[in-house]
Structure formats: C-alpha cells, structure tokens
C-alpha cells in the first residue's frame, strides 16, 4: 500500500483526482489539507468534504491557507464554476471537518512516517511552502512530491500566456517550494492538454458507465468544459487527475531531470516557469519534469475510479 497525503483547494477537477485516489486498492489516503485557489478556502473544504462523503471515505479534511503567502487570492470561478463545482446544484455545505492547521498537518503526517509519505499537490503551493519554513526537514523525510503545476517543458499558459494558474496563483509559495530541496515531480499543464483531454468519444465512454461517479464527474466539468472549447480545446481538460495518476502509476510517464525556476514578478511574468533546459543557468537539477504521460493509462485508471 502506498501512502498518500493531498493538499488540495477542491473544484472540479481536484475532486475527480481525490476519487482516484480514495478509491484504488493500493493507495491509503492519510488526509486532506485544504489551500484556497479554485475558490475560497471555505468553499474549497465543502467541496472535499462532499466528495469524500460520496466516495464513502471516512479521511478528514484539514483547513489550510486562506490567502496566498504575499498576495491577494484571485480564483478561477470563471473556469470551475461559482461553487467551483459547476454550479450543477451539489449540496455543498454544512459539512464538518477535522479541524487543526493544514501546514501543521503535512509536518506532522510527514514526519510521523520518515520515507513513506507521498505529497500529491494539487492546488496553490502556500500551505506546502508554509509547512516546509516551518519544518525544513520534511523535504528530507517526505518520499515523494508530485505537484500538478506550471507548464512543463512545452508551454502554454492557461491564465496569462506563460503562467499556469497554481503557480500564478501563490508565485511566491511556488518559488520556495521549488527550491526546497524536496524530491518534486511536476506534472504541468501542457501534459493535461496534450494527454488527459476528455474529447466528445471519451466523454460518452464516461457517460457509458452510467454509475453515480461517471455522472459526479460530468456534472462537475460542466463549467469548464464550456470554457475549454471556448479556448478550443477539444473538450476539457483534468490537470489534477493526470498528476494524480502520475502519482499512482509513475511508470506511464517520461521526465527529464532539470532546473526550474518560478518567476515572482507581476505582469505577464508572474508565475512563470524559468525552464534550464540546457544547463545555463549552472544550476544543479532540483526536480523531475514529465514531459508525456500514456494517455491510455491515464484514462484506464480513471475509468477505474469512476465504474
Ligand atoms: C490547475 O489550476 C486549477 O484550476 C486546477 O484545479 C489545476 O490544479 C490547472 O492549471
Ligand atoms: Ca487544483
């Protein structure tokens, strides 16, 4: 069984990634920690809270970052919808969490298990960047770290031309957290595009199923399905399931091993990955980059989830 810990601000596409997780057989799901982004924080714990009740999950959910570490949250409703879930009329309130602080929650859980933990990432990286000043030594004992950020080795940006929205969104948090030392590996935007696109065939596969998950999974994507054929996508995208499934299942994907840098500037540079493709800024590597990840493993592990 492998271990995982997932820091999370829940919209539509997290919540598909934490049904993959809290329901394959080999993945324990020791919590969830809860960063604003998609949405407010608040808003962001209900929506884990409703999904984890309808997988039938008893994992808490822990409240992290309300704001990014120097900045003014800005979300991404115009893409996950109002309640970040496609507005498609979920009850998502009154549900309860677990309380404590999400930084405290990733030091603890992380060193509480030296060399066992894996920190899946999929939202802003403030709490993951608060956890780390807090505790350092957590980049030595967490085993693994895949981050769903930034826009890999190929671009594109999906909320300004270069910059993806989790490391736009807390520039500042994903900078620390790059340099951290942790043993990251980022799984960006341009591998969502390029390899986990739900076109018109995979959507009626999905629908096909025809179980309470697949019909979960389509509600919530139908805020950002609108808007990525808008773009002119062929259907939407699920960034944070394709990281999650990296996590699962890393030997569908091919990485290379470089430097990145995350630019805190504001304008069209805010958020933008610096990629040393060839070594010049003399920098030694600091993390794993995935450059393709099998589609069809991606869309086998996700059908799984959802059957
Ligand atoms: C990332 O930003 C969010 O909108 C998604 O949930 C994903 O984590 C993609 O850029
Ligand atoms: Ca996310």
């Known amino acids: 069984m492998r271990r995982f810990l997932i820091d999370t601000d829940t919209a539509s596409d997290d919540a598909v990634a934490l049904v993959m997780a809290l329901r394959h057989p080999d993945v324990i799901v020791e919590a969830l920690t809860i960063v604003c982004g998609n949405v407010g924080l608040d808003q962001a714990v209900q929506n884990a809270l409703y999904t984890v009740e309808l997988c039938g999950s008893d994992v808490t959910v822990h409240p992290g970052a309300r704001q ?3 900045r003014t949250l800005e979300t991404a409703q115009n893409v996950h919808g109002e309640d970040g879930m496609g507005d ?24 509480g298990a030296p060399g066992e933990i894996t920190l899946v990432a999929l939202g802003p990286l403030t709490n993951i960047a ?11 004992a967490v085993e693994r770290v895949v981050v769903m950020g930034g826009t890999g080795v190929h671009g594109p940006g999906n909320v300004s031309p ?12 994903a900078a620390i957290v790059v340099e951290s030392g ?13 390899n986990a696109v739900v076109t018109q065939e995979r959507h009626d596969t999905i629908r096909a199923l025809d179980t309470p998950l697949s019909a979960f999974a389509l509600s919530i994507a139908q805020v950002v399905r609108r808007f ?7 259907g939407d995208d699920l960034p944070d399931p394709i990281a999650m499934a990296h996590a699962i299942d890393p030997s569908a994907a091919e990485t290379t091993r470089l430097h990145v840098g ?12 610096e990629v040393d493709r060839f070594g010049f800024s003399g ?21 799984d989830s959802l059957g």
């Open 68 to 70: 990014p570490l120097m």
């Open 88 to 111: 498609c009329g979920l009850e998502l309130s009154g549900r309860s969490h677990a309380g404590g602080r999400g930084a405290d929650v990733i030091v603890d859980t992380i060193l």
């Open 130 to 140: 608060v956890a780390y000043l807090r505790a350092p030594e957590i980049a030595e």
């Open 162 to 173: 270069m910059a993806e929205f989790n490391f736009w969104a807390d520039p500042e948090a």
């Open 182 to 194: 942790m043993p990251l590996e980022l799984v960006g935007w341009d591998i969502s595009i390029e």
């Open 228 to 234: 990525a054929l808008g773009i002119g996508l062929a």
């Open 262 to 273: 995350v630019m805190v500037g504001d304008g069209p540079q805010r958020g933008v990955m």
């Open 283 to 303: 920098k030694e590597p600091n993390l794993d980059i995935v450059t393709r990840y099998s589609s069809d493993n991606f869309f086998g592990l996700l059908m």
